[in-house]
């Protein structure tokens, strides 16, 4: 195996592994700071804060030979017997005088820049630069421009890093961005009539080292510092993203993206990123409630019947009782439900009616995949869990049954009960798709909001979106990550895998957990979920694979 | 600043000498303080018949104000640093973009809960721009709750009432003005 020194530790890499010495000294523990390069993208070694001292050590007689200058670390490979040194005072007055270089034409406008707490710009100069500033105090404020529906450039906080220049060139290839001038005179600038409005553009965001890109969804509403950040997985397609919710008093403020190789690398797209506004819409539906069964609840102008609103604790066994005295029960699992939830209500619905005729809920899509020269693919299928509940579905032996086949079940006459569990984020069911449930005993619907399948429905359950679950999804290409709740869901609301314990009797607080390692013992498909979950979950095909 | 900082000076600190020792002289030294009090003037006043007299009214810590700059635009430039530096969490700050040239944000509401707060002027030190003073107004009096949670009109307004007799801070105090 190949040797590397990082500042006399000598530590193996692999013999076929590609490494530069930035990534071999985070081996070692040792952090090489750097502005301008980003593992996802190609190496231009401009910002020059990585600049190190290197050398080679003589494999036959262990005398090592440094290279005279620094070199950038970005842009030099390691091999066996590579000298790597990061901390020698030649390294260190480098980068005081990079990091001064950078300040000099740098607006200190911190206190109301929103990458103020995150800045690698802060976090450099706290650690490498000098206390004090010998160039001139520039003004107090920044110029800013529009370069696109979703991100606002604030022109002097720039560091001609070019990250976000080579991410549309290579990620999302579209090439909005780019260079203007020369020398001093250097800025970010958008092709005349072509704005950054490209599905990933939310990205150059996040690349950007400094406070240059803003986003306009998030600029001015928080202070980062005052943000927490659960790992979850985003919900709005098959893709599954790895992402970071970062809320602050159950309110969430933005989704990152969450590196995970197997997944979405570094990136999410704008759908994704900008898709939980519908977390805080005013009209989600907060109650369970329940109408008296009554044949006139639908008709011309026929006066609504009673609704009432029930206590959660008492929907564990009303709703219990009510479909057990309907009769036969149809079940729809939503594709937005965790492997867990659909699990549980599988369970709870075959206790309620042992011949429960139990299908996939209805799965949204919306075009077809959409794919990016960078490898990043946005799903046309804009749900998080079909693969999950598929298996789930197999393993109650209802494996294959789609939405068409419960829709065609319920208006053959088949059922006299249904549970639909739905929670999408947008409107999914016309009125003309939600008749063929009007004549049933009782329709339970478990949804985040109205819908004309909502209005026939006895019972009205609400759901909850993705920060507020805990659980698993498989995304499309069958990899189960597990999360856990950002926020909780708004006053009241019982997330579905709360409901669903409960309805199966088990005590205590519901814990997923406990009920992954459960469906992990009862199925071969997802034996896989047993154990401890890695942070960029498992392949469940993994034993297949091997 | 880092700890290592070579502008630093770190000191130790002084061992106990003979005199702190023998407890004596201490001694003495306290009681003829307590002695002092009991000769000296009375300082305390009846309060609210009796106004107390508040020494250098620019340092007390008393009701907030926001300032206004030379147009008449509130001062704050919606940082939150104030609301960070709080350790009674009583400032809520909404910032929204400024509608002038020059600013790039400000607070569209600035609430500060008054009776949260401890008086401790963090947020007064922690402003960049010292936007956000505390004047020395002291008798604090509402009817209800609400009332204490001043919004943004109401400390413009606490400006507009004391600035004459407590100007900002000025550049010879470390203002920004």
Redesign the interface.
């Known amino acids: 195996m190949p040797v590397v020194i990082v500042d006399g530790t000598e530590i193996e890499i692999g013999a076929d592994e590609r490494l530069n010495c930035i990534e071999a000294a985070r081996r070692a523990g040792k952090e090489i700071p750097h502005y301008c390069w980003h593992p996802g993208l190609s190496v231009v070694a401009s910002c020059r804060m990585c600049l190190i001292e290197t050398g080679q050590r003589d494999a036959a007689t262990g005398k090592v030979t440094m290279v005279p200058k620094l070199v950038p670390g970005c842009q030099t490979p390691v091999k066996d017997g590579t000298v790597i040194v990061t901390e020698s005072p030649l390294v260190t007055e480098s980068r005081a005088r990079v990091e001064e270089a950078l300040l000099i034409d740098h607006p200190i406008?911190c206190?109301?820049c929103d990458k103020a707490g995150e800045c690698l710009l802060q976090d450099y100069h706290f650690e490498h630069g000098q206390?004090e500033r010998r160039a001139d105090l520039h003004a107090f404020?920044?110029r800013?421009r529009d370069v696109g529906p979703t991100v606002t450039l604030f022109v002097d906080r720039c560091i001609m890093c070019t990250r976000c220049v080579r991410f549309t060139r290579e990620i999302s290839g579209t090439s909005e961005l780019m260079v203007t001038s020369r020398g001093a005179k250097e800025e970010i600038d958008v092709f005349p009539g072509h704005p950054l409005a490209n599905k990933l553009s939310g990205n150059v965001v996040d690349l950007c080292p400094v406070g240059a890109l803003g986003d306009k969804d998030f600029?001015?509403?928080q202070?980062v510092?005052?943000l927490k950040r659960e790992a979850n997985v985003c919900g709005g397609c098959s893709a599954g993203c790895s992402i970071f919710t970062e809320h602050n008093q159950d309110a969430v403020y933005r989704l990152k993206p969450r590196e995970n190789p197997h997944v979405n690398k570094w990136w999410i797209c704008d759908d994704g990123r900008y898709g939980w506004h519908h977390l805080h819409d005013a009209s989600r539906i907060l109650e369970a409630s329940r109408r008296s069964p009554s044949p006139a609840r639908r008709g011309n102008g026929a006066a609504t019947p009673a609704v009432e609103t029930v206590e959660w604790a008492e929907v564990v066994t009303k709703l219990r009782d009510d479909l057990k005295a309907a009769g036969r029960l149809a079940v729809a699992v939503s594709p937005m439900l965790t492997v867990e939830e659909a699990w549980m209500l599988c369970a709870v619905a075959r206790s309620i009616d042992p011949q429960a005729f139990l299908a996939m809920g209805f799965v949204p899509t919306s075009g077809a995949d959409e794919s990016f020269p960078g490898g990043f693919t946005i799903r046309g299928e804009k749900c998080p869990n079909r693969r999950g509940v598929e298996e789930v579905l197999a393993v109650y032996g209802a494996g294959g049954r789609s939405w068409t086949d419960l829709v065609a079940h319920v208006s053959a006459g088949s059922a006299d009960a249904a549970w639909i569990t739905a929670g999408y984020p947008g409107p999914w069911i016309d009125t003309a798709a939600a008749d063929a449930f009007a004549g049933l005993g009782h329709l339970v619907v478990q949804d985040l909001f109205d819908s004309p399948l909502m209005r026939l429905a006895s019972w009205r359950l609400p759901a909850t979106g993705f920060a507020e679950r805990n659980g698993t999804w498989v995304n499309v290409a069958h990899r189960a990550q597990s999360f856990r709740q950002a926020i909780r869901p708004p006053a009241g609301v019982w997330p579905e895998g709360r409901l669903f314990w409960n309805m199966l009797g088990r005590r205590g607080l519901y814990d997923p957990v406990a009920v992954r390692h459960q469906i992990a013992g009862s199925s071969a498909a997802l034996a896989a979920l047993a154990g401890d979950m890695p942070p960029t979950g498992v392949d469940l095909r993994i034993h297949q694979l091997a | 600043m880092k700890p290592s900082d070579p502008s630093i000076t770190w000191l130790e600190e002084k061992p106990l000498g003979l005199a702190e020792r023998l407890y004596l002289p201490l001694f003495v030294s306290g009681l003829t303080t307590t002695a002092r009090h009991l000769v000296s003037p009375k300082v305390t006043v009846s309060y609210p018949e009796q106004r107390p007299k508040v020494g250098n009214p620019l340092i007390y810590r008393g009701v907030h104000r926001l300032n206004r700059d030379d147009d008449g635009r509130v001062k704050c430039v919606a940082c939150f640093l104030c609301a960070t530096a709080c350790p009674a969490h009583c400032i809520d700050i909404v910032a929204t973009e400024s509608p002038w040239p020059d600013r790039e944000k400000y607070p569209e509401s600035f609430q500060i809960d008054e009776l949260r707060c401890i008086f401790c002027g963090m947020c007064e030190e922690a402003c960049p721009v010292d936007a956000i003073e505390l004047t020395s107004l002291l008798d604090l009096t509402g009817k209800s709750r609400e009332e204490m949670i001043f919004d943004k009109e109401k400390l413009l307004s606490v400006y507009d009432m004391t600035k004459d007799a407590e100007p900002m801070k000025s550049t010879a105090l470390g203002g920004t003005l």
């Open positions: 406008d206190p109301i206390p404020s920044s800013k600029l001015y509403q202070r510092w005052f």
